[in-house]
T-cell receptor, first 111, second 112 residues
Framework: EAAVTQSPRNKVTVTGGNVTLSCRQTNSHNYMYWYRQDTGHGLRLIHYSYGAGNLQIGDVPDGYKATRTTQEDFFLLLELASPSQTSLYFC??????????FGSGTRLTVL | QQKVQQSPESLIVPEGGMASLNCTSSDRNVDYFWWYRQHSGKSPKMLMSIFSNGEKEEGRFTVHLNKASLHTSLHIRDSQPSDSALYLCAASMTGNTGKLIFGLGTTLQVQP
């Protein structure tokens, strides 16, 4: 099965802090995604990419930057983190059949 | 407004019973549907996909799709306690390769 690895698993930061969430996939998938999951809002797409150096804007991009440095690596950056960004973040990659493979998630708390 | 709407919000069925979950899109540009399952504390995993009108069966799971009404349903027969999970419906848009929109999900509880 496709492997997507996220780090860290848990992160606590303070309001105004900088946070970088990392994601690596070893499946040679072109597409990679960052979602956040919140009760009452479901899974919402933040940013996605179809290859190294490419970035596409998702549905809830405000306050987030992302960078795809290689085919394998996709990073989500929160500059000046706010409590509203407290959430469970999932990274995913997509195969040619448009199936998403999710990582284990990063639980972020912004105090 | 959610582009992908799921019902019911939660569902309790007895072990061995039938669970029926629904998903509808309000966007005429929706093309394909997926069903993902997310056990508590875990990440979502794709359960079934359906791209054309009709029915598709895999073991105890059956999905239906009516493209005219943009409605899909997932039916689980002989439900097991291990089926207890959040079921997420996802849709992709025509010409929007790679972007999936998720519904809020249906929480299924199978009682032994």
């Amino acid at each position: 099965e496709a492997a997507v690895t996220q780090s860290p698993r848990n992160k606590v930061t303070v309001t105004g802090g900088n946070v970088t969430l990392s994601c690596r996939q070893t499946n040679s998938h072109n597409y990679m995604y960052w979602y956040r999951q919140d009760t009452g809002h479901g899974l919402r797409l933040i940013h996605y990419s179809y290859g190294a150096g490419n970035l596409q804007i998702g549905d809830v991009p405000d306050g987030y930057k992302a960078t795809r440095t290689t085919q394998e690596d996709f990073f989500l950056l929160l500059e000046l983190a706010s409590p509203s960004q407290t959430s469970l973040y999932f990274c995913a990659s997509m195969d040619w059949g448009e199936t998403l493979y999710f990582g284990s998630g990063t639980r972020l708390t912004v105090l | 407004q959610q582009k992908v709407q799921q019902s019911p919000e939660s569902l309790i069925v007895p072990e061995g019973g039938m669970a029926s979950l629904n998903c509808t899109s309000s966007d005429r540009n929706v093309d394909y549907f997926w069903w993902y399952r997310q056990h508590s504390g875990k990440s979502p995993k794709m359960l079934m996909s359906i791209f054309s009108n009709g029915e598709k069966e895999e073991g105890r799971f059956t999905v239906h799709l009516n493209k005219a009404s943009l409605h899909t349903s997932l039916h689980i027969r002989d439900s097991q306690p291990s089926d207890s999970a959040l079921y997420l419906c996802a849709a992709s848009m025509t010409g929007n390769t790679g972007k999936l929109i998720f519904g809020l999900g249906t929480t299924l509880q199978v009682q032994p």
